[in-house]
């Protein structure tokens, strides 16, 4: 071989493993030049939560919604824009003085959320369809011809940890019960997730109730009364395996039986003449709840 054929043929070499060495070269991530740009996060335009629940006592704030006794439970609430905003409806059975057919709330507001911070505003409508005021047989007038009313709502959850969440709530209706009294209540919540079994929790409120002098209007044979403020607690223990909860719970107050008589017009006190109730007592809630997201079931998924 000459020296010429030999520098073509070297020449033809080179070229070949440059090529080979671009091609392989092109199949790397970049290392220089500006970064690709994050992917911009997934939005929830629109979400839906869903929740089913059986309990053996409604308690509301510390006395008894359903005469001690169990009842079932359900809410609807469409959620937006990565549950920024949200409005539902509640319903649960009960068993009050007035005689509802149910307790049916409406809610909307607005879920802010900044860092470990969640603030909750809205408001709350509760409605208690068919119900009837309480007349005794001496024409005495112990209820409200309507005991619908309107709460406004403010809340902030603080997220410690990924275990421990401490909160504060003030909710305040200017007709409570359709009394024409105010009815302010602020309460502090905090829950921790057990180390040693996941779903496992245990969680507690306390808080307290401040109310206002029923209207003379309402009742054509009952005076201004000045309505009992109280303290409220609750304690328990819960455990989430996938959409089910089941909760255990102690709930107490701070009013006699006859402070509970005043709020709740008990027709077992009224029939047996006491003037007592045993609503607001010392009571143990069992509860068992079903919750699921169309969005978990790939209904309205982020885009």
């Known amino acids: 071989m000459d020296i010429t054929s030999a520098f073509i043929r070297s020449g033809l070499i080179l070229g070949l493993s440059a090529l080979s060495v671009s091609a392989q070269a092109s199949d790397l991530p970049?290392?220089?030049?500006a970064p690709l740009p994050p992917a911009p996060p997934a939005i929830t335009w629109i979400d839906a939560a869903i929740s089913i629940k059986g309990v053996t006592d409604y308690n509301f704030r510390g006395i008894s919604q359903s005469d001690r006794k169990p009842g079932a439970q359900g809410?609807?609430?469409?959620?937006?824009?990565?549950?920024?905003f949200y409005l539902g409806v509640f319903g649960a059975s009960v068993d009050l003085t007035t005689s509802p057919?149910?307790?049916?709330?409406?809610?909307?507001?607005?879920?802010p959320k900044f860092g470990p911070l969640t603030f909750d505003f809205?408001?709350?409508?509760?409605?208690?369809?068919?119900?009837?005021?309480y007349i005794d047989a001496a024409g005495v007038f112990w209820t409200p011809k309507n005991t619908d009313f309107t709460e406004a709502v403010g809340k902030v959850s603080w997220a410690v940890n990924d275990a421990f969440t401490l909160g504060g709530n003030v909710f305040y209706a200017w007709d409570w019960l359709g009394t024409g009294a105010t009815g302010t209540y602020a309460s502090v919540t905090a829950k921790y997730n057990l180390p040693f079994l996941e779903g496992l929790a245990v969680s507690g409120e306390y808080g307290h109730y401040w109310l206002g002098t029923t209207n003379l209007a309402i009742w054509s044979t009952v005076p201004p009364t000045n309505l009992p403020d109280y303290?409220?607690?609750?304690?328990?223990?819960?455990?989430t395996w996938k959409n089910l909860?089941?909760?255990?719970?102690?709930?107490?107050?701070?009013?006699?039986?006859?402070?509970?008589f005043a709020l709740t017009a008990d027709p077992g006190g009224?029939?047996?003449?006491?003037g007592r109730s045993k609503w607001c007592g010392p009571a143990v809630v069992g509860s068992l709840s079903f919750d699921i997201t169309a969005s978990s079931l790939g209904?309205?998924?982020?885009r």
Do not use: M
Not at 30 to 33: I, K, P, Q, Y
Not at 231 to 239: C, D, F, M, T, V
Not at 270 to 274: E, V
């Open 30 to 33: 970049a290392r220089s030049g």
């Open 75 to 84: 809410s609807v609430e469409l959620q937006f824009y990565n549950n920024l």
């Open 101 to 111: 057919a149910a307790e049916i709330d409406f809610f909307a507001g607005i879920r």
């Open 122 to 133: 809205g408001v709350i409508q509760y409605y208690y369809p068919s119900e009837k005021q």
């Open 231 to 239: 303290s409220y607690w609750n304690a328990g223990l819960s455990y």
């Open 245 to 260: 909860t089941a909760d255990i719970r102690y709930h107490d107050t701070s009013l006699s039986k006859r402070d509970c």
């Open 270 to 274: 009224i029939l047996s003449g006491s």
């Open 299 to 302: 209904v309205f998924a982020p």
